[in-house]
C-alpha cells in the first residue's frame, strides 16, 4: 500500500510535462503494425545461388522475435511444413515470427544432408569449430560457407529470443543451453522428450547460445519421413507457446505529471533520506509488490497524481508507483521506470514500485488474472534491469532487504503490512517456474 490511512484523492495536479514512457515494454503501440503481414527478405544466397528466405509474420517493430527454421540439412525436410503452416499463424502481442524455410536451398534441391560445396553447415558454425570430415564434413573453415554467413548475419541483426531448428529423425527436442524452461514447454506441447546428445562441434545452436546468452536456441528433432498434419498443428501450436512465454506484458501508459518541481522534490528526498543527490532511479536492483487498499485504478492514479505532502509523513514529493496492476489484470504505467518513486521508505533510491488494486494479500494472491499479469510484469523487469528473484519482495519484507538505507533515525524501522514474507515466498516461488528473466528482459 502506499498509505497507512486511506485517503480520498483531490486531484489538483498542474501538469509541467508527463514521465516518459517505456518503450521496450510498450507493445502494440500501433495496433495496425502488429497485424500478421507477409514480407519475404533475402536474407543471403546459396553456393549455387539460390535466394535464403525470410518471412516475418507479425510485426516489423515486435520487441521479441521468435526464429523457426524449417530445414538445414537437405534430406530432413520434414520441419518446412510446420514452418508453412506458421505463415498464417498470429502470433501473440509483442512478438513476431521469422520463418526460414530453408537455410540449404541447394541441399534441398538436391536432396542431401550438405550443401553444394558438400559442406554439413551445421558443423559450419565459428563457435567450437574444428576440421571434420565425412557425413561431418565441416568446411575448409569456420563459417566458410555463405548459407551459414546469411544465417550468421541474420541472427546478429534480428536479435531472436528464441531460435527452433528443425532436424530429423531422432524424435526429441535436444537439450542445449540456453532456457531449460523454453525447452520443456516444448517438449511438453509437442509430446516430444527432452534428450542430451552429443556435444557436436560448430553448429548453429552452439554458437548462438554462446554468442549470444541472454537468447535461447535449441534443435528440435522430428520423426522421420513427412509429418502428418496432426503433428504439423501440434509443432505450429507449441511454436506459439514458446512464443507466448516469452511476450512482453502489454502496459497501458496513465503517465501522472511529473514536471520540474516534482523531480526537485524527489532529490531533495533522495538527498535528505539516502544521501543520494538525484531524482533520477538508477540501475534498481529491488522491485517491492505492494496492494492498493482502494477497489479500482482511478483513486490510486488520483493519489499519485498531485505533488502534495503525502498525510503519514507530511513530506514531498508526492507519493507514486512505477506500475499498478489492476484486479483485470491490466497493467498500468504512471511513472518512468528512469524516474524515483516513494512507494517503500529505505528503497526508494533503488526499487520499482509494483501495486496491486486490492484489499489484502490474500486478494491479490487468490485472482489469477492479476497474478498473471504482476508476475509477468515482474520477471520482465527483473531480466531488463537484472534484479534477483530474492530481491522480489512485498513492502511489508522492505526492513529485512539488504538494501534498505534510511539516514532519518525515526523512520529506520518504519514499513506497512501489506505482502508479507509468507506471501511473498508464494510469488516467488511461481515467478521461478516461470521463463528465466533473461528470456523476458
Ligand atoms: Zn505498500
Redesign the pocket.
Known sequence: ??LALAVVGIATAAATGGAPGDAELLDGRTPSADRPRDAWTVIGRSVKGRPILALRVGGARAPVKVVVVGSVHGNEPAGKAVVARLRRARPPRGTALWLVEDANPDGAAAGTRHNANGVDLNRNFPYRWRPQDGVYESGPGPASEPETQAIQRFVEQERPRVTLWYHQALHVVVRSAGDAKLQRVYSHLSGLPRRTLPAYHGTATSWQNHDFPDDTAFVVELPGGPLPAAGVRRHARAVLQLARSVAPPRIVQRPIPFGDERKTDMRAYAGRHYGIDDYRLRDPKVI?E??TVTDSFPPVYDTFAPNRPDPELHELPGICSHYVVDRDGTIYQPVSTKIMCR??VGLNYTAIGI?HVGRSDGQVLGNARQMAASLRLTRTLQGRYGIRTRNVIG?NESLSSPFHRERVPSLRTQT?G??RRSTMNRYRARLERMPAPASLR
Open positions: 500500500m502506499f517491492v505492494h496492494y512507494h517503500t501495486e513492502h506497512h501489506d505482502m
